[in-house]
């Protein structure tokens, strides 16, 4: 049976006077201050996948907009963005 260490994470040096610069380290969290921990625990939350830091980067961009307009719509999956917006055509701008 193994057990579970904890949590880890890797990360690029990237202070050019480290002897270990630009290269890959690993971090235990639990070797870390207690600042630092919850620090990963808040991340770990929210930004855990791309998808979920995608999410916080267009609503970070979107509230800091204002008096523009904003569209949206499918970039990879074609049958859904036709499906979702049937009457979608293109039309001269006047």
Known sequence: MTTCKGWRYYYRDID???PSYNKIKLQWVKDLP????????NWFTYHRSRKNAAKFAIGT???NMSGKRLGYGA??????????????????LS
């Open 16 to 18: 050019p006077n480290s």
């Open 34 to 41: 207690a600042a630092k921990q919850t620090n990963f625990a």
């Open 61 to 63: 961009a979107v509230n």
């Open 75 to 92: 970039i990879n999956d074609i049958a859904i963005a036709s499906t979702a917006f049937p009457t979608l055509r293109r039309r001269k």
